[in-house]
Nanobody, 124 residues
Framework: QVPLMESGGGSVESGGSLTLSCSSS?????MAWFRQTPGQEREWVAA?????????YADFVKGRFVISRDNENSYTALLQMNNLEPDDTGMYYC???????????????????WGQGTQVTVSS
């Protein structure tokens, strides 16, 4: 497993913004963010494919989040989260594919490496 390093979590008030970063030391075919909110199963948030950089989002994102690859470091994926709500509180995990397993990218079994997670807390 190639370790992924996440950063950028923190505490903000409702309506605030945070940008999460996920860095890898190796090429990843695709990278994604999942999250686990209190009392819930881990759920997919967004994914980006390295080749086409086309983002994919879960419906609940509703245009509030943007996933992208860092232009300075193509091994880094960013998740810009805007207009955060208390329901967005949880642990956010970066996951990636070291090989091409294909979609759907909302499924965790399509990823074979992941990070330790970064906490996001949104207060009302």
């Amino acid at each position: 497993q190639v370790p992924l390093m996440e950063s950028g979590g923190g505490s903000v008030e409702s309506g605030g913004s945070l940008t999460l970063s996920c860095s890898s030391s190796e090429y990843m075919y695709y990278m994604a963010w999942f999250r686990q909110t209190p009392g819930q199963e881990r759920e997919w948030v967004a994914a980006i494919i390295t080749v086409d950089r086309e983002p994919r989002y879960a419906d609940f994102v509703k245009g509030r989040f943007v996933i992208s690859r860092d232009n300075e470091n193509s091994y880094t994926a960013l998740l810009q989260m805007n207009n955060l709500e208390p329901d967005d509180t949880g642990m956010y995990y970066c996951e990636a594919g070291t090989a091409w397993f294909g979609g759907p990218f909302s499924r965790e079994d399509k990823y074979d490496t992941w990070g330790q997670g970064t906490q996001v807390t949104v207060s009302s």
